[in-house]
């Protein structure tokens, strides 16, 4: 059996790379009785398309007769020609061996909503959804916030993003906030702070203001958007999602 993989580096130890259409590589899987035979990794030929990345990646995993993927998310345009082809989508995050080994458990759940990725986003409200103007709402998105408060949707959001005093995640389809208190360990040799963000809270798209440099490397190759913009509170930014920037920009706070 041939899986393949939309990873952020040509190697099995790389991340999933959240993005379909984009990823960098695709790693092609070869797996005989739940062990791993072969590693290969291609470059995805999506990533360098101006329009329609979706549909070329699905394309080129199609030429490959692979029949199963795993990966983030999946737009329209890509998830209607893997249908045509009888592939199978699977989501996972993370670190590749191990979505390969709950692969092997049957323990990943098959994509079934189509969304788009984090460029090119569409509207999934309905006309009674208080956000129905805001043309950038899209289902399966989790967003992630550093906090200075547990204040529901009128927490403000914290200028230093790692050492915020609370975490919220915000579930664009359901219009859900959960606010936890920031227990990152800093001094953990084995996990960065943003792999521990992706494993309790498994974000797709990341929100700061103030952001170190290797953060941003790390939120990057982990394939998750990082957007900012001059908004103080949950709610302001959900508000006015359509106004949001990517972050780019290294403030100097290396202590990520």
């Known amino acids: ?40 990794a291609i470059e995805n030929e999506g990533a360098i398309q ?10 080129q995993i199609g030429n490959l007769e692979i029949k ?20 199978k989508a699977y989501h996972a995050s993370g670190d590749i061996e191990k979505a390969i080994e709950k692969f092997n458990n049957n323990a990943l759940e098959e994509i079934s909503e189509i969304v788009e990725a984090h ?20 289902k399966n998105e ?21 050492h915020a005093p609370f ?21 953990d040799p084995d996990k960065s702070p943003i792999d521990q963000i992706q494993e309790v809270v498994n974000p797709t798209i990341i929100f ?10 790390l939120i990057a190759e ?3 958007a990082l957007k900012t913009e001059n908004f103080n509170t949950v709610k302001e930014v959900i508000e006015n999602w359509d106004k949001l920037e990517d972050q780019t920009q290294n403030c100097g706070q290396e202590q990520q």
């Open 68 to 87: 199963e993927i795993i990966t983030g998310n999946l737009g329209p345009n890509a998830t209607a020609v893997l249908n045509q082809l009888n592939i």
């Open 1 to 40: 059996m041939k899986i393949a993989i939309s990873s952020n580096e040509n190697t099995i130890k790389s991340q999933i790379d959240q993005r379909f259409g984009r990823c960098k590589y695709f790693l092609i899987i070869e797996i005989e009785n739940n062990e791993i035979k072969n590693v290969n």
């Open 50 to 59: 101006g329009h329609g990345a979706g549909i070329k990646a699905a394309q």
């Open 167 to 187: 975490f919220g995640s915000y579930d664009l389809e359901k219009k859900e906030l959960k606010i936890i208190e920031n227990d990152l360990n800093h001094t």
């Open 119 to 138: 460029s090119g986003i569409t509207n999934t409200s309905d006309n009674n959804n208080e956000n129905n103007n805001n043309e950038s709402i899209v």
């Open 142 to 162: 989790k967003v992630f916030f550093p906090l200075l408060n547990d204040k529901d949707m009128d927490s403000e959001i914290s200028q230093h993003f790692g």
């Open 208 to 217: 700061a203001k103030g952001i170190g440099g290797r953060a941003i490397e």
């Open 222 to 224: 982990k394939g998750i």
